[in-house]
């Protein structure tokens, strides 16, 4: 497996992962093909500029064509401050491999080597149990249920939270 910066072609697996119903179902439903194009643009400038981490996960070296889904990190504001949050997608013919959990392990420990982002947090859905699972599984801690706001859309999410420096297992 590999990770590798986001670019201008991963439309396609943006829009399978984005705008489908079922990978969606935990994020309040797919989201719209237009703008799609926009929205893998700028996060290939975000990762290309080194501000944020937006990277695709190849699962076989020999098919670099071909990817798993995602795995990123950024910043954002949030009423309490700044937070540093960590996500994924697995596409469904490459769920239940463990894909996603070595992609997040992986970027975590790139965290952790760079001493980058301070505290990781992640929001996933309280019905989404792999992701939860993740999350157990590479030692975050569990915080709480929280309400989150994505793409207009009020979430139930469990809070997690990691120090790469410390936590992780």
Known sequence: MQLRNVSPDDVDAYVR???DPVMMADLGGPLPLEGMADKVRWDAQEAAADLAWLK???PDLARP???AGTVTIWSHDTDDGPVSEIGWMVLPEFQGQGLGRRAVRVLLEQARHQERWGLLHAFPSTSNAAS???CRSVGFRFLSEVAVTFAGRVLKTNHWVID???DLT
């Open 17 to 19: 992962m984005r705008c």
């Open 56 to 58: 695709m996960i190849v």
């Open 65 to 67: 064509d071909v990817v």
């Open 132 to 134: 939860n699972g993740i």
């Open 164 to 166: 790469p420096g410390r």
